[in-house]
């Protein structure tokens, strides 16, 4: 076993030559560095020595027990460097005196004004300085077979960018529960649906409709490339996503790498971030970057209630329809999750979910400006 530190490369050391080219190839062996090495893996194979090192950037608002409880589920063995940027609210000292004994290399910033995410993430980019960049919420934490399944996927050469789906933390309340439900539902959230329940058990190609911020892994080289946009209050990632399709860039999703995420704890607080996900969506589709159609499908059923205005009667038999399909699909997936008390409250999400995305993606339209 050799220590050997290089910052940002999958280094190749040559024991005759005694030099460092960069060169990439997949290993099967693991093992752990000095923490303040902040490198991934070391491996000796003849003459060979495999090094990766990565990045955990956080964005936190403030809601530090649920960022403790991700920075816990980090705590694995493996080397890393932590970039935390507090978006608006200073860090506390109860974190600080936390950080101090935190088994990474720590970096702090912050900004006293909230910023927007994509501008908050470029400038914690300039901190980092691992081969790969995860971005995680901070109200997200790795689930326990988390790194078994990320080792081989930070040695595969072929990946660029890659992720995988959220699930429903624990604990959490009925409702919060009973949101995860909903969001995991193609009925409700669509295409995007995968990005809340695991589809298939291997690594497919992804694309930005399967793939979630709070749970994503970079290259930074595609990072230093193509920065998030900062004009954008939600869906930047999905932005800087399209991009780098564009680009033809290797993204897979694995199904297996799974974060739990805690969800809204109330309605209320469930109404303009849905609104502003139709909204930001549809500025997202305005620069061509969206996906199309398909995205305009719940502004399609917000218009469909004008129907009860032209003919009540037909509208009727719209709403006994929805309701039969909806109660249908809530009941089916609240029985797999087995927590069947929670379809009617499931049911009920589904209409909400969509109706506000809908009706943000149409308030883009009309002209309105989001503040």
Not at 227 to 251: S, V
Request: with cysteine; aromatic share 12%.
């Amino acid at each position: 076993m050799v220590d050997l530190y290089s910052k940002n490369r999958l280094c190749v050391r040559d024991e005759k030559k005694m030099k460092l080219r960069p060169e990439f190839f997949l290993d099967r062996g693991w093992s752990a560095l000095h923490k303040n090495d902040m490198m991934m893996k070391i491996q000796t194979e003849g003459q060979r020595i495999l090094v990766v090192s990565f990045s955990v950037l956080i964005i936190t608002h403030g809601r530090e027990e649920l960022l403790m409880k991700c920075l816990e589920s980090l705590r694995v063995g493996l080397p890393f460097e932590l970039v935390l940027f507090a978006n608006g609210l200073p860090f506390s000292s109860d974190l600080n005196l936390y950080l101090k004994d935190y088994p990474a290399e720590v970096k702090l910033a912050a900004s006293e004004t909230t910023l927007a995410p994509g501008e908050a993430r470029n400038r914690a980019l300039k901190m980092v300085s691992g081969d790969w960049v995860h971005f995680i919420d901070d109200d997200s934490y790795w689930t326990r077979s988390y790194s078994e399944i990320l080792k081989p996927l930070l040695e595969n050469p072929k990946l660029e960018v890659f992720g995988g789906p959220d699930s429903p933390a624990r604990p959490m309340s009925y409702f919060q529960e009973s949101v995860s439900l909903a969001l995991s539902s193609p009925f409700c959230t669509g295409v995007t649906s995968a990005r809340h329940r695991s589809v298939g058990k291997t690594l497919i190609p992804a694309s930005e409709e399967i793939l979630t911020s709070c749970n994503l892994w970079v290259r930074k080289s595609l990072l230093e490339e193509s920065p998030f946009p900062e004009d954008f209050r939600r869906t930047e990632e999905n932005y800087f996503l399209q991009k780098l399709t564009r680009e033809n860039r290797r993204m897979f999703y694995h199904p297996l790498l799974v974060v739990g995420h805690f969800r809204r704890k109330s309605l209320s607080s469930l109404f303009r971030p849905t609104l502003g996900a139709g909204y930001w969506r549809s500025r997202l589709n305005r620069r061509k970057l969206g996906a199309g159609f398909v995205f305009w499908l719940p502004s399609v059923f917000v218009l469909l209630h004008s129907v009860v205005f032209f003919s009540p009667a037909f509208f009727l038999e719209l709403v006994k329809v929805y309701s039969f399909v909806v109660i249908a699909v809530s009941f089916g997936i609240s029985s797999r999750s087995r927590k069947i008390s929670h379809f009617p409250l499931v049911a009920l999400l589904h209409y909400v979910i969509v109706f506000l995305y809908g009706s943000g993606f149409l308030l883009e339209r009309s002209g309105y400006k989001w503040k």
